[in-house]
Every structure is written in C-alpha cells, then in structure tokens.
C-alpha cells in the first residue's frame, strides 16, 4: 500500500510538471504582462483598422500597477486606448461600424445601456475590448488586460517602428497655432492586421492666443470632420489631426492609420 502510494504521488507530480510546462493558462492570473502583450497589441491594430474612415488618435498607454493577482501576490493592469471624434449624434453608428469590422469570433456587440451605447468584445487570452461615447463627438476604444503578473517593463514590451508622415502633420499644425510643444513629443504605434503601421505623435502646448479654428481652418481645407469649442479635428494629406482644446493648453496627435 505504501509503496502505490509512492507511485501514484511521482505519477501526480510528474503530471502536474508536465501540464504546467506545456498546457496553456487556463485563468487570466497564469499569463504574465510580457505574455499578454502581443494580444494587447493585435487588439490594439484590430480596433484602428476597424476604426478606419474616422478621425482617430492613439493614447499613451496606462500602466497601472499595485492590483493583486491573488492574496499573497501583486500585480498590474496595462490598458490601450484609442480615441475618435465623430460628428455628435453618430457615436452609436460609430460604435457598431467598429463592431462589425472586428473579427467575429470576439463576439462583438453594442448595446444600449444607462449611460448610453456600450461596445463589448472579447479578444482571446483574457484581454477585454469595450468602446464608450466620452462627450458629445468623442468615442473611446479600449483594450485591457486584467490584472497580471508583472514580470517585465512595458516600455521594454512595445515595439518600435520609423517616423512616418504624421511628423510633418504635428509639424504643420503647430506652425498654424503659432505654439512650440513644451517637451519631447510622444509617439504611439502599432501594426495594422494587413500590415503596415498605425502612428500617433502627440504634443501637450500652451493654449494658442488666436481661435484655433481659424488658425487650423486652411489645414482642414474649410471641412473639419468635427470643430467645437473643446474639440477640433480635420485630415490632411492623409494624416488624421485631432487638437483638444483647454484653457490653458491644448493637446495635438496627429495619426497615420492602417490602410483601408
């Protein structure tokens, strides 16, 4: 008896070795930050290539971390985000054109809900995609992963990728502003599905003294896709210029996004 007992715990232990080397995760909390990441990041290049047609800019990406993967163990969330402006009343449309343009086997869908249309889909591996209207004209697309084991740097884990035209478009509207960007600009990317690469470049300025909407106005050719008092986006040479307006400063990202 003792000596089964000896057998069948060597068995269970080579069991439980074998499964933990070559078995994929079964629960959010067995794959790491650096594991997730390349999911994180197709989702990210799924949602923009959905997005495509509007205006839309890549955000910086939060990293936030002190979550707890268990009671004894400590973690971190990484959420993406993608932000687009639309014509106010079109945010739902919006929403369910990104929906449709997701690979079906996330399940996508939109719904209505207290606090108005909510886009839910599940991109595999435990990383969440949902989508929500912010303001009137601003819809926010976002990825996130749940709280992981944190076991590398995220600036280690995104890829980088050559300036491309949205340079010369960030370029071009802050010589329209009559603004200089405070510090180093930011630039945001990832890969399209078909390939190629999606770029944001980013710069937070102080608050121009002219009206923005007429200093940008021949840039938009006399036809923003949306110009409000806080918002005001247009294309140029195929480059999507989204400008956040603030009393005290304004926030320029200009996008090359993937091919339609």
């Not at 639309?86 to 945010?91: D, L, M, N």
């Not at 990104?98 to 996508?108: D, F, H, Y």
């Not at 990317?189 to 002219?210: F, I, K, L, N, Y």
């Not at 923003?224 to 400008?243: E, F």
């Amino acid at each position: 008896m003792v000596a089964l007992t000896v057998v069948w715990g060597v068995l269970l232990a080579g069991l439980t070795w074998h499964s933990a080397r070559n078995d994929p995760p079964t629960v959010r909390e067995q794959r790491t930050m650096a594991q997730a990441m390349p999911r994180v990041e197709a989702a990210i290049g799924e949602l923009v290539a959905a997005a495509s047609g509007t205006v839309y800019a890549l955000a910086p990406a939060e990293f936030e971390q002190g979550c707890r993967v268990t009671p004894f163990a400590d973690g971190a969330i990484l959420r993406r985000h993608v932000e687009l402006a639309v014509p106010a009343g079109e945010e739902r449309a919006v929403l369910e054109r990104v929906a449709e343009g997701l690979p079906s086997t996330w399940r996508a869908g939109v719904r209505l809900t207290s606090d108005g249309p909510r886009l839910r889909a599940d991109a595999g591996e435990f990383v969440t995609v949902s989508g929500r209207t912010v303001a009137d004209g601003r819809v926010r697309l976002s990825v996130e992963t749940g709280c992981r084991p944190a076991d590398a740097v995220l600036a280690s884990l995104l890829p980088e990728y050559p300036r491309g035209p949205e340079s010369a478009a960030l370029s071009a509207a802050l010589s329209a502003l009559g603004v200089q960007a405070g510090g180093p600009d930011e630039l945001m990317q990832v890969a399209c599905p078909s390939g190629g690469v999606a770029r944001t470049r980013r710069a937070d300025v102080a608050a121009a003294a002219q009206s923005p909407q007429a200093a940008l106005a021949p840039l938009a050719g006399g036809t923003p896709v949306v110009a409000t008092d806080q918002l005001y986006a247009y294309r140029h040479d195929g480059v999507a210029v989204l400008v956040e307006l603030y009393e005290d400063r304004t926030v320029l990202a200009a996008t090359t996004g993937c091919a339609d």
